[in-house]
C-alpha cells in the first residue's frame, strides 16, 4: 500500500505540475518546457505500475534470460512477419528493465547490473535493426517504444551513452517518417501516432520547431472534416478510407490525442479551448459509449476483432482518468466508466444515459442505456466493408451487412471470434457459404444505396436495404431495427436470393451461460441438453442469458445450444491455438432460393422469466412489413416508426402517410393538430423528400416539404411538425414517359457500343479515353399545348471516385441520322454549341435537366425526334471522373434514360397563360400586375391560399385578385 500511495504523489506532482516561466530567460523557459514535458511523460508510465513487486518479477526473469551481447533467444531477430512481428517483444521487454530501474519503489531502482543490462540491449537493436514489412513497426510502433524509453531513462542515476541515445533518435527521424506524408499514414489515427514520437524526440533534442511541429500534426486531425479519413463530423473515426473504425484506430485517436494534452498543457505547445472541447466530446459522446463493462462492441473493432483479447480494455483506465483532469465539469461520467472498467460499479452499464444515435456517416447505430446496448453495422456505397488486411479478419466478409451487438454484462462475446460460425453473425442475412468470400484488402465499398437511419437521440429506427450480388451471394433484403427503449424490434421483408445456399437471418450467436428457457405455445420449459432444435411457428419467445427474443409472427426457427471449435489461424494467420467454446445460436431458416420471404422478431434485453411473463407483447405493433414499407408503433410511448424504401403510401383508419422519396421517420401525436415528425435520407441524396398526410384530425391532405440536411449532414436527421399551417396538397399535372428509341456512347478508336448497358462519359486526354454520350427521342405523340414541363431523367450506374472534379454537359444535335448500331468516334454528329444545362458531377444524385423549351421547339419546327448529347467538361487530376447511366437496354424500366412530360392538368383548361398577348397582367422582377397599378396584386395558390406579396413566384396555377373579380391564370 505504501509503495502504491508514493507512485501515486509522483504521478499527481510530475503529471499535473504548470510550468514557470516567470523572470527567466526565453532558452532557459524553453529548456523548462522541455523538462517538464519529458517528467510528465515518465510519471504517467510509472503510473501504469499497478504493481510494483509483479513488475520486479517481471524484470528478475527477464534479466535472468538476457544474454550478454543484449539479446533473448526467444525472439526471431531476423522476422519480418506482417503481423504479430515478434523482434517488437525485444522492445517491450526492455521497458519493463528501465521501468524497474527508473521507478523508486522498485527493488532494482538504479541497479548498475540493470543498467549495463538496458545499455547492452539498445546496442543490440540497433545494431541487429530488425525490421518489418509493415510500415506500421518502422514508423509508428518502434519509434514510439524508443522514444518511451529513452525518455525514462532521462530519470535514471546513469546517463545512457550519448552516441548510443543519438543512434537511436537520428534512426526514430530517418525511419519514423513525417505525420504530413501522404496517403493514409499522413492522416487520422496515423497522423497523430507519428506525430507523437516526434514529441518524444524534440524534447529528448530539445528543439523547438520539432516539437512545435509535432504538436501541431498531433492537434491537426482534432477537427470535424469531410475528407475520406479522419473524424467526422458525427463524431465517428474513419480510417483506411470511408471505414468505420472509431474502436479500433479511435483509441490511438483519443489515447495520443488525450496523453499530448495533458504532456504539454500550460506551455507554449498546449491544446487549444476548440480542440479540447471537441476532443473531451468525441470521447464522453462516442468513444465512452462504444464499451460496456470493460469490453468493446464488437462492431467497432474493424480487422482487430481477429486478435486475442481484443475487446478487453480495461487499460483505458488511464486514459479516462487524463481527460476528467482535461475535463473537470463531466468528472462524474468518467468515474462511472472506470468503475465500469475496473469492475468495481454495480454492473456493466452504470452511469450509461440512455442515449439512441445514428452516425449517418458512418452507417453505424449505437443504443446504449444502463440497461444495455444494442448496436448496427452497415455499409453503403458511400461507405467500406469491414476490411482484411495484413492476413487478418479473414472471415468477416459479413460483418457490415447489418451485424448486431447485442449486450448486457459486456462479456457475451469474449474471444467467441475463431469458434464462430461466420455465416451466421448475429443481425445479419446471408447464404450459407461453403466459404467466406475474402476482397480486396483494406476495405471495399459496399453496394448498397439505402442505408442509413433516424434519430431524436432517444429513440429511432435505422434501415439497410441488402444488395450483394458479388461472390455468388446474390441476395436481397430490407432489413431494419425499430429502437424504443426496452426493446429492438428487428424486421426484414422482400428477401430474395438466387443463391445456391440456405439463407439465413442470425437472431444472436454468442457465449452460452446459463440456461435456455422458451415458451412455446404458452407453456414454458427449460432445455437441459446441448444440440440442435427445430421450431417452425410454435415457438412465442427464448430467453438465453438475461436477453430475451420474442416472436410474434412466427418463422421457422433453429437453436444450437453446444461446443464450436474453431482456430485463430483460421481468422487471423498472426495467431495460434484452437478455441472450443459453449455457444448459444439462434437462427431463421428462409430456404434456399427464397422469392419474397420476412421475419420479425423482437429483442428484449436485460430481463428474467418473471418480467417476460408479465410482458405486454401487444404494446408492440407492427403495422407493416413489405417492400417498401416497414413500419411498427409502441403504444405505451405514443410512436410510430417507419422506413419507406421507395415513394410508398402507409393507409391506416386513424391516418394515411404518403412520401414521394424513400426515407426514415418518426412520428408521433398523429391524433392531434400538431403531428410531430423526424425524418431522415437513408440514401443520402435527396435535397428534398415530401410527406403527404392527413388524419381525424387534419382532414385536409397536407403536403410537408421536408429540406433535408446538406453536407457535411447528409443522412443526419432534421424535426418538422405538420399542422393546419402546412400547406394543403395540390395535385400534380398528368405526366407521361418517353423513352429513347435509340442511344449509345462512342470513344475514339472503338467499333459501336450501342448494344451497351450503361451509357458512358469520361473527358481525358486522348480520344481512345473520351466517352460522349447520344440518345434519340420520337416526339410525334406530344403535343406542345399539352406541355407544362419536360424533364430530361438520367439514372447513375456508377462513377468513379473524384467524378465531383468535373462536370456534365447537355447539348442538342441537330443530326439525327444516327443510328445506335452505326454511330461510332469517327462518325459522331456534331452537337450545338451552346448548352442546355451543366450539372456538377456527382456519385449519388438525380440527374434532371430541364429541356421543356427544347422538346417544344423541336416539335414546332416540325422536326419529330430530340437528339441529346452528354459529355464530361474536364479530366480529374488522377484522370478518375468517369461515369456511367443506365441505358435503355437496362432490365429495370424505372433506370432507363425519360423524358418525364409534365401536361396541364384539368384545372388548367381556359386559363390565362401569363405572360401572354393579353396586357392587364404583366411580371415585373417575378411578380405579377396589373396595367392599372404598380401594386402586387393579391395572388393565392390554386387550392385558395394567400401567397406573400414579395414572394417571387415558380411556375403553376395561381389566382390573382383584383378590383372584386378574380383571374386563374398558370405562371410559365
Not at 523538462?35 to 511523460?41: A, E, K, P
Not at 506482417?82 to 519493463?96: M, S, Y
Not at 541487429?128 to 532521462?154: A, D, E, Y
Request: proline residues 4%; charged residues 20%.
Amino acid at each position: 500500500m505504501q509503495k502504491h500511495i508514493v507512485r501515486t504523489i509522483i504521478f499527481m506532482l510530475l503529471l499535473f505540475t504548470v510550468s514557470s516561466r516567470t523572470s527567466i530567460s526565453a532558452k532557459e523557459a524553453e529548456d523548462n518546457d522541455f523538462d517538464l514535458i519529458i517528467q510528465r511523460i515518465q510519471a504517467s508510465e510509472w503510473n501504469k505500475v499497478t504493481n510494483v513487486t509483479t513488475l520486479d518479477n517481471t524484470v528478475t526473469s527477464l534479466s535472468g534470460t538476457l544474454q550478454t551481447d543484449g539479446s533473448w533467444t526467444d525472439i526471431p531477430y531476423t522476422s519480418t512477419a506482417q503481423t504479430n512481428w515478434e523482434p517488437i517483444t525485444h522492445l517491450d521487454r526492455l521497458k519493463n528493465l528501465v521501468l524497474a530501474y527508473t521507478l523508486p519503489n522498485s527493488s532494482y531502482f538504479e541497479n548498475v547490473t540493470l543498467h549495463t543490462q538496458i545499455s547492452s540491449a539498445l546496442t543490440y537493436w540497433y545494431n541487429k535493426h530488425p525490421t518489418s514489412t509493415n510500415w506500421f513497426m518502422q514508423q509508428i510502433g518502434c519509434p514510439q517504444r524508443v522514444g518511451i524509453i529513452l525518455i525514462l531513462l532521462r530519470a535514471g542515476a546513469t546517463p545512457l551513452d550519448a552516441a548510443l541515445e543519438t543512434n537511436l533518435l537520428n534512426r526514430m527521424k530517418t525511419e519514423g517518417g513525417r505525420p504530413d506524408q501522404s496517403g493514409s499514414q499522413g492522416t487520422g489515427a496515423n497522423k497523430i501516432d507519428i506525430a507523437t514520437h516526434w514529441v518524444y524526440r524534440a524534447c529528448l533534442t530539445k528543439n523547438n520547431a520539432d516539437l512545435s511541429f509535432g504538436a501541431q500534426q498531433v492537434y491537426y486531425p482534432i477537427e470535424t472534416t469531410t475528407a475520406t479519413e479522419g473524424l467526422k463530423h458525427d463524431l465517428s473515426i474513419m480510417q483506411h478510407g470511408p471505414q468505420f473504425y472509431t474502436g479500433g484506430y479511435g483509441s490511438s485517436f483519443a489515447g495520443n490525442v488525450a496523453n499530448m494534452a495533458v504532456f504539454l498543457r500550460e506551455t507554449p505547445y498546449a491544446m487549444t479551448g476548440e480542440k479540447l472541447n471537441l476532443l473531451t466530446s468525441f470521447i464522453r459522446d462516442s468513444y465512452i459509449r462504444i464499451i460496456r463493462g470493460k469490453y468493446f462492441l464488437y462492431n467497432v473493432l474493424g480487422r482487430g476483432l481477429s486478435r486475442p483479447g481484443a475487446l478487453n480494455q480495461s487499460a483505458l483506465t488511464d486514459l479516462l482518468g487524463k481527460v476528467k483532469f482535461l475535463d473537470p465539469e463531466n468528472a462524474t461520467l468518467y468515474d462511472d466508466a472506470i468503475a465500469r472498467l475496473t469492475e468495481t460499479a454495480p454492473h456493466a452499464g452504470s452511469g450509461l444515459a440512455l442515449t439512441h444515435t445514428h452516425y449517418f456517416c458512418a452507417d453505424y447505430t449505437l443504443y446504449t442505456s444502463p440497461a444495455y446496448t444494442f448496436d448496427v453495422r452497415t455499409v453503403s456505397t458511400r461507405t467500406y466493408r469491414n476490411e482484411n488486411g495484413n492476413d487478418e479478419n479473414l472471415k468477416g466478409y459479413f460483418l457490415s451487412d447489418g451485424a448486431t451487438c447485442i449486450s448486457v454484462d459486456g462479456d457475451e462475446y469474449v474471444d467467441i471470434f475463431p469458434a464462430w460460425d461466420w455465416t451466421k453473425i448475429p443481425g445479419v442475412t446471408a447464404p450459407q457459404k461453403p466459404s467466406i468470400p475474402i476482397p480486396a484488402q483494406w476495405g471495399t465499398f459496399g453496394k448498397s444505396v439505402f442505408a442509413g437511419g433516424v434519430s431524436d437521440s432517444v429513440y429511432g429506427v435505422s434501415a439497410y436495404a441488402l444488395n450483394d450480388p458479388d461472390y455468388s451471394i446474390n441476395t436481397t433484403a430490407n432489413k431494419a431495427w425499430f429502437f424504443f427503449g426496452k426493446e429492438v424490434v428487428c424486421l426484414g421483408a422482400a428477401i430474395r436470393s438466387t443463391a445456391s445456399e440456405m439463407i439465413q437471418t442470425t437472431v444472436n450467436q454468442c457465449l452460452l451461460k446459463g440456461d435456455i428457457t422458451l415458451s412455446s405455445n404458452g407453456a414454458t420449459s427449460t432445455l437441459t441438453n446441448a444440440g440442435s432444435y427445430t421450431y417452425n411457428n410454435d415457438v412465442d419467445w427464448i430467453l438465453h442469458n438475461k436477453i430475451a427474443y420474442l416472436f410474434p409472427q412466427g418463422g421457422n426457427l433453429k437453436l444450437s445450444n453446444q461446443v464450436q471449435t474453431g482456430k485463430w489461424s483460421d481468422i487471423n494467420t498472426s495467431y495460434s491455438g484452437s478455441v472450443s467454446e459453449n455457444v448459444f445460436k439462434l437462427w431463421f431458416e428462409h430456404g434456399i432460393k427464397p422469392a419474397n420471404v420476412s421475419y420479425a422478431y423482437i429483442v428484449l434485453p436485460n430481463t428474467d422469466v418473471n418480467a417476460l411473463e408479465n410482458y405486454n407483447v401487444d404494446d408492440i405493433e407492427i403495422l407493416a412489413n413489405t417492400d417498401s414499407v416497414q413500419a411498427v408503433r409502441h403504444k405505451m410511448l405514443g410512436i410510430t416508426e417507419f422506413v419507406f424504401y421507395r415513394a410508398a403510401s402507409y393507409v391506416e383508419e386513424d391516418f394515411t402517410l404518403k412520401t414521394n422519396k424513400g426515407c426514415a421517420l418518426i412520428l408521433r401525436d398523429f391524433e392531434t393538430a400538431a403531428v410531430r415528425v423526424q425524418i431522415a435520407d437513408p440514401s443520402q441524396s435527396n435535397t428534398e423528400i415530401k410527406l403527404r398526410f392527413t388524419s381525424k384530425v387534419l382532414t385536409t391532405e397536407k403536403e410537408l416539404s421536408c429540406t433535408m440536411p446538406a453536407a457535411p449532414y447528409k443522412g443526419a436527421s432534421a424535426a418538422f411538425t405538420i399542422d393546419n399551417n402546412t400547406p394543403d396538397y395540390v395535385a400534380p399535372a398528368p405526366q407521361d414517359l418517353v423513352y429513347p428509341i435509340a442511344d449509345a456512347f462512342v470513344r475514339g478508336g472503338y467499333a459501336n457500343q450501342g448494344a451497351i448497358n450503361p451509357l458512358e462519359v469520361k473527358e481525358d486526354e486522348t480520344d481512345s479515353y473520351r466517352r460522349h454520350s447520344y440518345l434519340k427521342f420520337d416526339l410525334t405523340d406530344i403535343d406542345p399545348d399539352d406541355i407544362r414541363e419536360v424533364n430530361f431523367v438520367l439514372s447513375i450506374h456508377s462513377t468513379d471516385a473524384n467524378v465531383t472534379a468535373t462536370d456534365w454537359q447537355f447539348k442538342r444535335v441537330e443530326d439525327d441520322s444516327w443510328t445506335e448500331t452505326g454511330i461510332v468516334w469517327n462518325n459522331k454528329p456534331a452537337p450545338d454549341s451552346q448548352v442546355i444545362q451543366q450539372l456538377s458531377g456527382c456519385a449519388a444524385c438525380d440527374v434532371i435537366v430541364d429541356v421543356t423549351d427544347v422538346v417544344i421547339n423541336e416539335i414546332k419546327h416540325k422536326n419529330k425526334l430530340l437528339t441529346i448529347h452528354i459529355s464530361s467538361t474536364k479530366r480529374g487530376s488522377d484522370g478518375k471522373t468517369f461515369a456511367k447511366f443506365y441505358s435503355r437496354e437496362e432490365a429495370d424500366i424505372s433506370k432507363r434514360p425519360q423524358l418525364q412530360i409534365k401536361k396541364k392538368s384539368t384545372d388548367e383548361t381556359g386559363l390565362d397563360v401569363f405572360p401572354s398577348e393579353k396586357n392587364y397582367l404583366y411580371a415585373q422582377d417575378g411578380y405579377i400586375r396589373s396595367i392599372n397599378t404598380d401594386t402586387p396584386l393579391q395572388i393565392y395558390t390554386i387550392a385558395g391560399m394567400p401567397v406573400s406579396p414579395d414572394k417571387q413566384l415558380s411556375k403553376g396555377v395561381y389566382i390573382v385578385k383584383s378590383d372584386n373579380s378574380a383571374v386563374k391564370f398558370l405562371l410559365k
